[in-house]
């Protein structure tokens, strides 16, 4: 079984393509290892990826945008409150510090809240 967390879009796209080095959670966890990214069902709203090219210069193609299953995998290297990363929003805010981004074949699968378990990839 494999440790899974379920992120909205464009943001999980974001991840697995390497633009992405944190990811902001108000939750602490102490999962360290493979994190297996689950895109969310829910359309990306168009103001997220408006403010993702006006804040980071990011284009993000909307034909990349897949929703409602496995898009990839991660390293989680550790769970902080302080960072540089211009990704880390600060407190009340955890930052995950993820690292090797690689890409999945899309794997249709469920979201939860949480860290989920998921097969292995």
């Not at 393509?17 to 709203?45: Q, S, Y």
């Not at 945008?65 to 929003?89: A, N, P, Q």
């Not at 794997?107 to 097969?119: A, D, E, I, Q, V």
């Amino acid at each position: 079984m494999a440790i899974t967390l379920s992120v909205r879009q464009p943001w999980a796209w974001l991840i697995i393509a390497g633009h992405k080095d944190i990811e902001n959670r108000e939750w602490r966890t102490n999962h360290c290892g493979p994190l297996v990214i689950h895109a969310g069902v829910t359309p990306a709203p168009e103001e997220d990826i408006a403010f993702v090219k006006s804040r980071y210069g990011i284009r993000v193609p909307k034909s990349a945008l897949l929703y409602g299953g496995i898009i990839g995998v991660v390293d989680l290297v550790e769970c902080v409150t302080v960072h540089k990363s211009r990704w880390f929003d600060g407190r009340p805010y955890f930052g995950w510090v993820l690292a090797n981004p690689r890409p999945l074949e899309f794997t249709r699968w469920r979201g939860m809240p949480g860290l989920f378990h998921t097969s292995s990839p």
